[in-house]
């Protein structure tokens, strides 16, 4: 037993369910009790699907436990198929439809459907939601793609459509965070390359389009979570290399580039950043000078993590102060970056540690999930969010890609957006004691009334000690309007810092009415 209040993934028949949803005309029936229905909202409500996902729960109850829950499913099978016409049919349990070991597999292949049935063995209480969708994908790969495989030791045919290399785009799902965004970007730029996409998948793709897969040349794994078995698999079967290289930040679009062009066998076209990477010029230009060792915390999926940390030390001068993932499968690549780093990996899924460790490094800004988001702030951290599992914000109706040199931009302007600007920092710095920038002030696009994140005050503007024999001044009897009038002329920043210098000018002097003069003799005698 482990208490857990949140998770950073769910079961994994929510993975298997987001392989189906991606996929066109294949159906998942899912042996689940009454109110495993929950999982629909994921697909309509934080994606905003405009329809549910192609899945056909059991739904058993208490009392159907007494008696024939095998048949049920069994019913429940042969009617998706009368009802839904698939290509293909995905059978499998959820946690609570597993412990009571119906074999949805045998019991469908007893059905004897005019389809391919695909069985899948989804350890609920051992692996999670991304281990559940590659787990689903591959086994979809193996049963629809297998049957065209080539005799073991038969060298490739010759692509068919010429000399044109082409590839598949593997690993984007539903509730992918921003997979939407992530595939357009990604052809866009092998288009730009002269390589033609085959098949995207699972999303997009029909059961035809999977079993075409081994005629590509070569296959692009965008997100290894999900995709790396399928395509070490591909490998295996059909000879298709794959690609190691995940196109999130200028410079692993550009090893990217790289990787796709030798596997295609082209060389590099120049120019192809041109007018479309402005994240590099914006990370040198002078007003990104004050991120230079700003210390940020990185947490998420493995994937996300490690190219977030790649982006924020070698493109934007930040200092990774903290990373970790909640992904087992990818706690190698993760300690592998971290150790780059010089610091240890965080890998867990127990949300309280990764709040502890952003708690113990107080770092100046959180990359992470939702749940960062929350502990960010909680902390007073600001945070940006590069990763799932993510609220429904985080698939906007806008082109926000993270791949790519349009990814890079969006990157670039989601993490910086939460910091304190430049300017602002410089003011807290110089007049800290002001009423609207000091030390409690936060970045002002944050609002009246909002307090600066603990760790950016402490990093970056110095306690201000009041002495003991500073008495706070009380407030003069008045201004005069044209005193007041000239006040308003002070740009708003610093007009706080002003009225306090000037009623404290006044009051040492037993000045009862401030006039302009007052103003102008308290400005003259504080910029002494
Ligand atoms: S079967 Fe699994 S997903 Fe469904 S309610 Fe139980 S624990 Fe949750």
Not at 8 to 18: C, I, L, Q
Not at 147 to 154: H, L, Y
Not at 207 to 217: K, M, T, V, Y
Request: proline share 8%; charged share 20%.
């Amino acid at each position: 037993m482990q208490l857990t209040l949140w998770t950073y993934e769910g079961p994994p028949h929510v993975g298997a369910m987001r392989v189906a949803t991606a996929l066109k005309d294949v159906h998942y029936v899912l042996h689940a009790p009454q109110g495993d229905t929950y999982a629909d909202l994921l697909f309509t409500m934080i994606e905003r699907r405009d329809r549910r996902p192609p899945v056909t729960y059991t739904t058993f109850q208490a009392r159907d436990l007494g008696g024939d829950t095998a048949e049920l499913f069994k019913e429940a099978a042969r009617d998706a198929v009368a009802r839904f016409k698939p290509a293909a049919l995905l059978v499998g349990a959820s946690c609570t439809g597993e412990l009571i070991q119906d074999d949805p597999g045998g019991l469908a292949r007893a059905l004897n459907l005019p389809i391919p049935v695909i069985p899948l063995e989804l350890p609920s209480y051992q692996k999670k939601e991304n281990w559940g969708a590659a787990e689903t994908f591959y086994q979809t790969v193996r049963a629809l793609a297998g049957p065209s495989a080539p005799q073991p030791g038969r060298p490739r045919p010759a692509p068919a459509d010429g000399p044109r290399p082409s590839c598949n785009i593997l690993g984007p799902t539903a509730l992918g965070f921003r997979h939407r965004d992530d595939v357009a970007e990604v052809v866009k730029l092998l288009g730009t390359l002269g390589i033609r996409v085959a098949v995207v998948a699972p999303m997009g793709a029909a059961a035809d389009d999977i079993a075409r897969l081994g005629e590509a040349d070569f296959n692009v794994v965008l997100y290894p979570e999900l995709a790396l078995s399928a395509a070490q698999w591909l490998k295996r079967t059909f000879g298709q290399p794959f690609t190691t290289v995940v196109p999130i930040g200028t410079g692993a679009t550009r090893d990217f580039i790289a990787e796709v062009c030798g596997l295609a066998g082209i060389p590099v076209p120049p120019g192809l950043e041109e007018g479309a990477a402005r994240a590099p010029w914006y990370s040198r230009s002078v007003d990104s000078t004050y991120l230079t060792g700003k210390r940020v915390f990185i947490f998420g999926d493995g994937t996300h993590a490690v190219a977030a940390a790649r982006i924020a030390t070698e493109e934007l001068g930040f200092e990774v102060v903290g990373l970790g993932t909640y992904s087992r499968e990818m706690a190698r690549e993760v300690r592998a970056a971290a150790g780059r780093l010089g610091i240890e990996a965080l890998i867990t899924d127990d949300y309280l540690e990764v709040e502890a460790k952003v708690a113990e490094l107080a770092p100046e800004l959180v990359l992470g999930t939702q749940m960062e988001r929350h502990i960010a702030k909680r902390l007073g951290v600001p945070c940006a969010v590069i990763s799932a599992p993510v609220h429904v914000q985080d698939f906007p109706a806008r082109y926000s890609p993270q791949m790519g040199f349009e990814g890079a931009n969006v990157i670039f302007d989601s993490w910086v957006h939460p910091l304190m600007m430049g300017l602002e920092e410089h003011l807290l710095g110089m007049f800290r004691e002001d009423f609207e920038f000091n030390d409690g002030a936060a970045p002002s696009h944050l609002g009246p009334g909002s307090k600066v994140p603990a760790a950016v005050a402490r990093a970056t503007v110095p306690a201000i000690i009041p002495a003991a024999n500073d008495p706070a001044p009380a407030g003069p009897s008045g201004w005069t309007l044209e005193a007041e009038r000239e006040l308003q002329k002070i740009p708003f920043f610093v007009r706080g810092k002003a009225r306090r210098n000037t009623e404290r000018f006044a009051q040492e002097r037993g000045v009862a009415l401030i006039t302009v003069e007052t103003l102008y003799d308290a400005k003259a005698h504080f910029g002494r």
